[in-house]
């Protein structure tokens, strides 16, 4: 599955971006998703999981981003929003959203093929 990730941007830092993650053939069956970025030269990495089950969704966040970022689930619109608030310069990247497998002790790796990614500017 290729999920496509859309609502990036060129912004001053400190301001805000919402992106959101969907698919043509919806996203309802995923029960993890993550968005990951990948800033020039640099590895892509993970920076927002969100879990759903029958009892509710779980999020995790990468370090850099926490209390700054947030992911969440549309389940009516079949989309997940990343909300990114405060934004610095070292969060410009080119951000993608991926379903998920997980180890089961914290790790993560993308299921499916990646899509274009949506570009993430922010100036100081």
């Known amino acids: 599955v290729q999920l496509q990730a859309s609502g990036g941007g060129s912004v001053q830092a400190g301001e805000s971006l919402r992106l959101s993650c969907s698919s043509s053939?919806?996203?309802?069956?995923?029960?993890?998703i993550g968005w990951w970025r990948q800033a020039p030269g640099k590895q892509r990495e993970l920076v927002a999981v969100?879990?759903?089950?029958?009892?509710?969704?779980?999020?995790n966040y990468t370090s850099s981003v926490k209390g700054r970022f947030s992911i969440s689930r549309d389940f009516a619109k079949n989309t997940v929003y990343l909300q990114m608030n405060g934004l610095k310069p070292e969060d410009t990247a080119v951000y993608y959203c991926?379903?998920?497998?997980?180890?089961?002790?914290?790790?993560?790796?993308?299921?499916?093929?990646w899509g274009p990614g949506t570009q993430v500017t922010v100036s100081s």
């Open positions: 991926s379903a998920l497998d997980s180890d089961g002790v914290g790790n993560y790796f993308a299921l499916g093929s």
């Open positions: 053939g919806g996203i309802f069956g995923i029960t993890t």
């Open positions: 969100i879990s759903s089950g029958s009892s509710g969704s779980t999020t």
